[in-house]
T-cell receptor
Framework: DTAVSQTPKYLVTQMGNDKSIKCEQN?????MYWYKQDSKKFLKIMFS???????INETVPNRFSPKSPDKAHLNLHINSLELGDSAVYFC???????????FGSGTQLSVL | SQQGEEDPQALSIQEGENATMNCSYK?????LQWYRQNSGRGLVHLIL?????REKHSGRLRVTLDTSKKSSSLLITASRAADTASYFC?????????????FGEGTQLTVNP
């Protein structure tokens, strides 16, 4: 069973479109995250949630909106996609804040 | 600015040799973690060392932490081709970092069979 699963794995879309990435974890963790990895493999935190509450809301454009319907799910919705949004987006979860993160396999977003 | 910086950026060794990667950081930390990322995959947690610890072992991995020098090293002994991956350090600075886990830029390790 996959511990942290995110879908889709690949997302190719046109500029201006709206898209969502879904994430689910079956580890019973309270904390979930979204990270962005650029083409140079630099990983940057975007959001973190603890027990469905937003803890970190990094300075990302407000076109990015996370939603946590329950502790096991953290989805990412992106409006009006731009070329610069192209990257790999990783969902992660952990039993304690910022310790021993379990990552999903990533969503490769390509904006054309 | 980036908290953790890995050194070297790339390392190529032969199977059976040891690999050492270093990580330097700027501010005080609660803990430092090492992660591995295989090509096209998510990161996998390897080891966590707390600020009051100096050394930790896990299988063929050995991590040291020197808080006075603000640096850590990851040693992989008797490397295997399957160890080929990118290795990242990540620091948790607690409230000084705004409760963020900050990743370094990674070391690309290639183990040649």
């Amino acid at each position: 069973d996959t511990a942290v699963s995110q879908t889709p794995k690949y997302l190719v879309t046109q500029m201006g479109n709206d898209k969502s990435i879904k994430c689910e974890q079956n580890l019973g963790h309270d904390t979930m995250y979204w990270y962005k990895q650029d083409s140079k493999k630099f990983l940057k935190i975007m959001f973190s949630y603890n027990n469905k509450e937003l803890i970190i809301n990094e300075t990302v454009p407000n076109r990015f909106s996370p939603k946590s319907p329950d502790k096991a799910h953290l989805n990412l919705h992106i409006n009006s996609l731009e070329l610069g949004d192209s990257a790999v987006y990783f969902c992660a979860s952990s039993p304690w804040m910022n310790e021993k993160l379990f990552f999903g396999s990533g969503t490769q977003l390509s904006v054309l | 600015s980036q908290q953790g910086e890995e050194d070297p950026q790339a390392l190529s060794i032969q199977e059976g040799e040891n690999a050492t990667m270093n990580c330097s950081y700027k501010t005080s930390i609660n803990n430092l973690q090492w992660y591995r990322q295989n090509s096209g995959r998510g990161l996998v947690h390897l080891i966590l060392i707390r600020s009051n610890e100096r050394e930790k072992h896990s299988g063929r991995l050995r991590v040291t932490l020197d808080t006075s020098k603000k640096s850590s090293s990851l040693l992989i002994t008797a490397s295997r081709a399957a160890d080929t991956a990118s290795y990242f350090c990540a620091t948790d600075g607690g409230e000084t970092s705004g409760s963020r886990l900050t990743f370094g830029e990674g070391t690309q390790l290639t183990v040649n069979p």
